[in-house]
């Protein structure tokens, strides 16, 4: 590959869908986690429970607005 290739405007592009694919895909499995630690207790069954269906909505919910507030705290830093 040619290397000023690297530095052209679509590889830039390109390397930014992937680290922004990348930061959603790790964002996911942090919530995942998270929420399912805090809501799901044992083993689940063929279904959840109305309370931990509820309880993982809520902490998702939570969990992507606190998310939102501090990008938009990091983009107000800049």
Request: aromatic share 6%; net charge positive.
């Amino acid at each position: 590959m040619d290397p000023s290739a690297l530095n052209s405007p679509q590889m830039q592009h390109f390397i930014n869908q992937e680290k922004e694919k990348a930061m959603l895909n790790e964002m996911v499995a942090k919530l995942t986690n998270v929420c399912w630690d805090k809501c799901v207790s044992g083993t689940p069954g063929s279904k959840f429970s109305s309370s931990e269906s509820n309880c993982l909505s809520n902490c998702a919910q939570r969990y992507m607005d606190m998310s939102i507030i501090i990008m938009k705290r990091f983009q107000s830093m800049q």
